[in-house]
Structures are given as C-alpha cells and as structure tokens.
C-alpha cells in the first residue's frame, strides 16, 4: 500500500524557517488530499495544513496560518510545508498523512486521514 515518508525536518533557531516534504513511496497513490500533522512529547497530535490534490484548496490550523504555507508538486505526489518564523511551541514531530476520499466536513481530525508516515522532528531553540 501506499507509504508516506517525510524529510526536511531538523533543529532551527527561534524565528528561523525549515522546510518539509512528503513523497509516498508505494506502488500506487490515489488521495484527494495530503497534509500536515504534528505531535509534541505529552501532547494529542494536531492538525498543520493540508492540500487538495485537484482542487489545490489549503486549509491551515489556526495556530500556524500565516507562518506556516502549504504546496504540492503534482508531477511527483510531493507535498511540501514551508515553515517560517518557528517559534520553541513549534518544537514536535511533524508527520504527513493522506487522504483517499472528499472530506465530509472539518480536515482537521486525524482520524479521517488514511495514511501516515513515519514522521520528522522539527527541533526549535530558544
């Protein structure tokens, strides 16, 4: 089935930017949508971002729209995440994950989502 891997992640100053991506790795890929999630250590997973993979439609968490933007690369199935302006709470395991079907509703619940990767840890000092 199909594989998500994440890259990109690392350790970056307060106010610095880093910039992930997502590439499955299966034998096939059929989504409606890739996106964002991130876990810090004691904490539930949240919701980043995510892109519609036809429609190109982006919805973001409210924490991290306006710092945070979202993208695709249609010829390989990348997705991307650009982060700028990290802050220490940005500090988590950053994990991409996939979608088969249209949303019904809110993307922001990780259960709804399909697949997922591994994850990358993004490391912000202070």
């Known amino acids: 089935q199909v594989q998500l891997e994440e890259s990109g992640g690392g350790l970056v100053q307060t106010g610095g930017s880093l910039s992930l991506s997502c590439a499955p790795s299966g034998r096939t890929f059929s989504t409606y949508a890739m996106g964002w999630f991130r876990q810090a250590p004691g904490k539930e997973r949240e919701f980043v971002a995510v892109?519609?993979?036809?429609?190109?439609?982006?919805y973001y968490g409210d924490w991290v729209k306006g710092r945070f933007t979202i993208s695709r690369d249609n010829a390989n199935n990348t997705v991307y995440l650009q982060m700028n302006s990290l802050k220490p709470e940005d500090t988590a395991v950053y994990y991409c994950?996939?979608?088969?079907?249209?949303?019904?509703?809110?993307?922001?619940?990780?259960?709804?989502?399909?697949?997922w990767g591994q994850g990358t840890q993004v490391t912000v000092s202070s």
């Open positions: 892109i519609t993979w036809s429609e190109n439609n982006k």
């Open positions: 994950a996939g979608k088969n079907n249209p949303f019904r509703g809110s993307p922001a619940y990780s259960h709804i989502y399909d697949y």
